[in-house]
């Protein structure tokens, strides 16, 4: 029966693994080369299996180190998580923050309902609606925090990321070949008019609005069933369609800049906090190009 690991041991693994050499380990943990590997020696004793191949520029993983990596990186980070949850100190009041309906059950959510865990007395208020009505809405004192997009250049706020709007069609329907174009669009939008409308005008593309809808999710309904192409964020492609690049004649709609925007009206540590949880979530979106 093989013993117990220690997070210490998987630790030392962890640095020695991204170094691949004992002597550069040792000096970033703060420890003698021989401390280090005897650390390796106990981590390799205690699961039975060899981590490490040893060589003359240094050490490699050996398929069972290669298989413990995520395992320990996982251990090491709830370990973290868990220390600064309990060492943080508490936080209560309310926070109000606006999100788009885009990111309403993809990025933001896991953000927020962390940030519940982590801070259960604060009182969490999530307005999602149109970019437009959450600045507004901030202006007047309704919200802390507001994630929008800002196609116009206003250089207000925190870049997030860059979310491009692209043309979108379903990969069975071949609408996008249809003259004129079927569109779906949003009701009595600016936005729809001077972007998308526009991109279909500057090339000469003949279009009819098929379709009209107030939200996102309506859009994408459109696209799904056949009824018409649409204009969505990159990262909010549903499954079963994909963008209308320049390949098929269709240019992009704007380069939306994600931003995170605060009230200038109140300010807490609770909302600092929050908003260092949406940066974080935004993070890894592997669709997105990041500034």
Known sequence: ????????????????????????????????????????????????????????????????????????????????????????????????????????????????AAFAVRHPAVEVTVSCDYTSRNIAALERDELDLAVVFDWSDQRQGEVLCIDPTVWVTSMVHRLHDMDPLPIATYRNSTWSRDFALRSLE??????????????????KNAVIAGLAVTTLSRSSIPSGCRELNAEDGFPPVDSSKVVLRRSTYRSSEAIRELAEMVREAFQPMPALSMV
């Not at 693994?13 to 390796?40: K, W």
């Not at 500057?202 to 859009?219: C, E, H, K, P, V």
Request: aromatic letters at 6%.
């Open 202 to 219: 500057q090339i000469g593309r003949n279009y009819r609005i098929a379709f009209i809808a107030d939200t996102g999710s309506g859009l």
């Open 1 to 112: 029966m093989h013993k117990p690991i220690e997070s210490d041991l998987l630790r030392t693994f962890l640095v020695v693994a991204e170094t691949s050499n004992f002597s550069a380990a040792a000096q970033r943990i703060g420890r003698t080369q021989s401390a280090v590997s005897t650390q390796v020696k106990r981590l390799e004793a205690a699961i039975g299996e060899t981590l490490f191949e040893r060589g003359a520029r240094g050490v490699l993983l050996t398929r069972q180190g290669i298989q413990l990596v995520p395992y320990a990186r996982r251990v090491i980070d709830l370990l973290n998580e868990a220390a600064a949850t309990i060492r943080s100190k508490p936080l209560d009041g309310p926070v109000r923050i606006g999100i788009p309906e885009e990111y309403s059950q993809t990025v933001l959510p896991a953000a927020l």
